[in-house]
């Protein structure tokens, strides 16, 4: 019988775990500044997703294509601004209960996360200091390369030269986890506080 691998570093999603993931609402809060459809900006910024997540397109961009759709007389730095201020307020809170578990297990595991995130939301949050939680940041739009990609997950094995099975991932979206399952990480669907840290000691975390 094949014996099992110690778990030696667990990787965090950040957005819905560590900060709330309030997206569809600042999507929301933007349609009401412009009085358009929630559904026009959500078909743009899909189409912009790939782009967005990997850097190869700002926000900034974004904003520019949705002021020329709709012919918008606002200026694409006064949406930037509204955006971000409404990020940082219903999205950058962290979750004190997930930062305090993330400190506790820091003392005898390596801690990383992987993000999709936008080239000025990762920006705000490293004056935040968000990413000071972690050993290791995989941050999609530095890195050009996005969940669930398979190629994001196997630089972050590269990068922390560990095998897969002494990996556990965290991602509060299922189809996130399905191709670091395949790779042969340890997965955690995440739905709250108390089920996340069950789920880590049965995959043999001990949590100080």
Known sequence: MKQKKEVKSIVFDLGGVVVPDRSKLIESRIADKLSISKSLIHR??????????????????????????????????????????????????????????????KKHHNVSCITNTEIEIARFNEKAGLFNNFHNSFISCKLGMKKPDKAIFEYTLKILGLEPQEIIFIDDKEEFLHTPKKLGLNTILFKNNNQLIKDLKKLGVKIL
Do not use: P
């Not at 294509?65 to 307020?89: G, V």
């Open 44 to 105: 743009l910024k899909i189409s912009f997703d790939g782009q967005l997540s990997k850097g190869k397109k700002s926000l900034t961009d974004f904003f520019s294509e949705l002021i020329l759709k709709i012919n918008s007389q606002i200026s694409k730095e006064d949406l930037l601004a509204f955006y971000l201020n409404i990020y940082e307020k219903t999205s950058s809170k962290q979750n004190k209960k997930i930062v305090d578990l993330i400190k506790r297990l």
